[in-house]
């Protein structure tokens, strides 16, 4: 059974960077594609960031393009979300997850497995 652990959170004021972290068990991690997705209070969990299984392609929704940064690393078994310039909205809990795929996707049911989740809190 596939384990993920989210790791890097926490408050940051506007204009700076946080780099999530999220190690992966259980699962032949260098053959999948995995996504970070996020969820702020009251709102539904919406697609941030993904790649697929060798970090070849990426994908992101457009409020995160030019700030955000998806990447991985098959050796160490972990995804990272490096995120520069934060806005108060990017407040959020963010969750990794994987999918049984090489390929890449862009939705929640894409994806079969998840982690706890790390906050995000950014500040002005």
């Known amino acids: 059974q596939v384990q993920l652990v989210e790791s890097g959170g926490g408050l940051v004021q506007v204009g700076g960077s946080l780099r999530l972290s999220c190690a992966a068990s259980?699962?032949?991690?260098?053959?999948?594609?995995m996504g970070w997705f996020r969820q702020a209070p009251g709102k539904e969990r919406e697609f941030v960031a993904a790649?697929?299984?060798?970090?070849?392609?990426?994908s992101y929704v457009d409020s995160v393009k030019g700030r955000f940064t998806i990447s991985r690393d098959n050796a160490k078994n972990t995804v990272y979300l490096q995120m520069n310039n934060l806005k108060p909205e990017d407040t959020a809990v963010y969750y990794c997850?994987?999918?049984?795929?090489?390929?890449?996707?862009?939705?929640?049911?894409?994806?079969?497995?998840w982690g706890q989740g790390t906050q995000v809190t950014v500040s002005s």
């Open positions: 790649i697929n299984w060798n970090g070849g392609s990426t």
């Open positions: 997850a994987t999918r049984r795929s090489y390929a890449l996707g862009i939705n929640r049911d894409d994806y079969d497995a």
């Open positions: 259980g699962r032949s991690f260098s053959n999948y594609a």
